[in-house]
């Protein structure tokens, strides 16, 4: 584990993931009270009780640290250690209750991600990664299952909503794939989908407007399986603004990029 006092260890890092889950999945079922923050962007009461208890078990156990979350924004800034949070990742399937949703938390330090833990509750499934030792998905080790062949692959992403430029970008990217392999997916979690990426599940997640909080801890966990983890036009620095990202086997990943820039 980290050896720096001033740093957490990726099994609180899960402790506190597990625990959020266990709210979010008591409250799955429940009536819900919801809140837009846009046309489509939606918040529920169980997205702030997560982050409460999430914010409060990080500032009571590094009270310096600063934290970045989906819904109070910045907190504590200034820091070089730095968590970000995604509550609920996957509210509008949530408040439908489809049970396609997580618990995503990272922590940063210096400007890359040390610790990533996604927790998705309806299947009790723990992925959890630290930089340079490993991803795990509860406790079984990751590793990312090459493959070669567009043809044979199964994809996974999102569609910028209010970017149409980049929506119209993307659709072309969906149709091309969605014609010429097994198809794509649209679950609804980038943190999921990102995880399946690292065990396998699906070939590729790509988003061409992401939030750091959705993807910072899939996109470590992706990463430590074996994928290769870039910016949608190949930049190996993929975690800083604007932020986009594209994981694959690593068979594919220059066929896509190939294939992003033709379309």
């Known amino acids: 584990m980290i050896a720096d006092p001033a740093q957490p260890t990726l099994d609180i890092a899960i402790q506190w993931a597990t625990q959020a889950g266990a709210i979010a999945r008591e409250g799955f079922l429940t009536e819900h009270a919801i809140n837009f923050k846009g046309a489509t962007d939606l918040v529920t009461e169980i997205d702030h009780a997560c982050e409460k208890l999430l914010v409060d078990a990080i500032l009571t156990a590094f ?24 509550p609920l990742d996957g509210t509008v399937n949530y408040a439908r209750r489809i049970p396609m949703y997580a618990i995503s938390l990272a922590f940063e330090h210096a400007g890359q991600v040390q610790l990533g833990v996604v927790y998705d509750p309806s299947r009790d499934e723990c992925y959890a990664a630290q930089r340079g030792k490993g991803a795990w998905l509860n406790g079984r080790e990751l590793h990312i299952t090459d493959t070669t062949d567009l043809e044979k692959c199964l994809f996974a992403t999102a ?16 149709g091309y794939l969605s014609l010429n392999t097994f198809g794509v997916r649209r679950l609804g979690s980038a943190a999921l989908e990102l995880c399946y990426v690292a065990s396998g599940q ?12 959705d993807m910072a801890a899939a996109a470590l966990i992706a990463e430590e399986a074996g994928a290769i983890v870039t910016t949608p036009d190949g930049d190996l ?13 690593p068979g594919i990943h220059t066929q896509l990029i190939e294939l992003f820039h033709r379309l």
């Open 63 to 86: 009270p310096s640290h600063s934290i970045l979350t989906e819904e109070s924004g910045a907190v504590n800034s200034g820091s070089t250690y730095r968590w970000h949070i995604d």
């Open 237 to 249: 620095d993929y975690f800083k603004p604007p932020y986009a990202v594209l994981a694959s086997a």
């Open 202 to 213: 699906v070939n590729a997640y790509w988003e061409l407007a992401i939030n750091s909080w």
């Open 159 to 174: 569609f910028a909503r209010n970017q149409g430029d980049l929506f119209e970008r993307n659709l072309r990217y969906f």
